[in-house]
């Protein structure tokens, strides 16, 4: 075999190889395409004003 062939079986068990993993694997949380730049804190539930708070006695 030339170094050509070898070299292009070699890339195509290996490109085969990491299309057909991502096929079989299980997906455990689903495919995320967004990018997780954003900073997400929910303290809105915790921090919102309830009935006590704003019945105040005078």
Known sequence: MKKREIFMLSS???SLGIVLGFLISPIKK????Y?????????????????????IKR
Do not use: E, H, L, Q
């Open 30 to 33: 689903g495919i995320n395409v």
């Open 35 to 55: 990018g997780g730049d954003s900073i997400s804190n929910n303290y809105a539930k915790k921090d919102s004003p309830t009935d006590d708070d704003n019945n």
């Open 12 to 14: 195509t068990a290996f």
